[in-house]
C-alpha cells in the first residue's frame, strides 16, 4: 500500500510503497534536516482510501415488532372510527328523525294556513 510522509515545518512530500519506507524516510529527515528534532506538524499516512463500513441489515427484534404491530393496530382502530362516527364513544347523539305523514294531510295544514293569512 502506498504511505506518505510530510513534514509541516519544510513543506516536503515523499510517497513511499510501504509503512516502513515511509517510516525509514521520516526518521531520516528528522536526523538529517532538524538535527534529531521532531518538527512539530508532521504526518505519515495511508494512501489507500479506507473502505466504507457495510451497513448493517435492517432487522427488528420482538420488542420492536410488538410496538410495530401495536402501532399498526391503534392506526386501523381509529381509522374505523372515523369511518362509522356512531361508533365512537365520542360522537354526539344523532337528532330523531320526524315521523313521515301522509301526503294529503301535509297539503291540507298548508292549505289551512294559506288560507288564514289570506287578507280581504
Do not use: K, N
Request: contains cysteine; proline residues 14%.
Amino acid at each position: 500500500m502506498p504511505y506518505e510522509y510530510w513534514c509541516g515545518v519544510c513543506r516536503t512530500v515523499s510517497e513511499h510503497s510501504s509503512e516502513a519506507e515511509a517510516s525509514a524516510e521520516r526518521r531520516a529527515h528528522i536526523a538529517t534536516v532538524h538535527h534529531g528534532r521532531r518538527p512539530d506538524r508532521e504526518r505519515l499516512r495511508d494512501l489507500q482510501p479506507t473502505p466504507a463500513p457495510a451497513s448493517p441489515p435492517l432487522r427488528f427484534g420482538p420488542s420492536q415488532a410488538l410496538i410495530l404491530v401495536a402501532v399498526v393496530l391503534a392506526v386501523l382502530v381509529a381509522w374505523s372510527f372515523h369511518l362509522d362516527p356512531s361508533t365512537s364513544p365520542h360522537s354526539p347523539p344523532r337528532p330523531a328523525l320526524p315521523t313521515p305523514q301522509p301526503l294529503d294531510s301535509l297539503l291540507a295544514s298548508a292549505g289551512a294556513t294559506t288560507s288564514a293569512h289570506q287578507g280581504p
